[in-house]
């Protein structure tokens, strides 16, 4: 099992596990055009953004998450980091990859000098908020978004 910043063969993968977090799709049969070319490029990019995969050992990517710093001025000036679009293959859940792939962005957080780590969860997903609670993370805050 190795844990590595995504590259762009990568993108079909990843794009199946956010596709249906329920069922096992084969990146293969994925269509990534041009809008998800250009947001992994501008992720690739941007030293704020770290993709990350949980790779089976022969490409195959079994996990994935979006790493983002965020600068502010809260907390003396520290970074946080944002955890977003967390996600395990179906048929891969309960052996521990989530928790190797969540624990593996804390360190990165951490090492980089990030005061506090975040993530929001949809309120429908009980399973995912008690995983997220047994690393530590509280309930704090509620969240929310405005389509735009």
């Known amino acids: 099992m190795i844990l590595r910043t995504a590259s762009r063969p990568d993108l079909p993968a990843i794009l199946a596990l956010l596709a249906d977090e329920h069922a096992v799709l084969d990146?293969?049969?994925i269509t990534v055009g041009a809008a998800y070319e250009s947001a992994f490029a501008a992720i690739e990019a941007d030293p704020r953004n770290e993709l990350l995969v949980l790779d089976e050992g022969d490409g195959t990517v079994l996990g994935s998450l979006q790493l983002?710093?965020?600068?502010?001025l809260g907390r003396g000036g520290a970074e946080r980091a944002l955890i977003e679009a967390v996600r395990v293959r179906a048929d891969r859940r309960g052996l521990g990859l989530g928790r190797r792939l969540l624990r593996a962005a804390i360190d990165r957080a951490r090492r980089r000098g990030?005061?506090?780590v975040q993530?929001?969860?949809g309120k429908d997903r009980?399973?995912?908020h008690r995983f997220y609670a047994s690393l530590g993370f509280a309930r704090s805050h509620d969240g929310f978004?405005?389509?735009l």
């Not at 983002?68 to 502010?72: A, C, E, L, N």
């Open 27 to 29: 990146p293969s049969a």
């Open 68 to 72: 983002t710093y965020i600068p502010g």
């Open 114 to 116: 990030c005061g506090l």
């Open 119 to 121: 993530l929001t969860s």
């Open 126 to 128: 009980a399973g995912a």
């Open 145 to 147: 978004k405005l389509p």
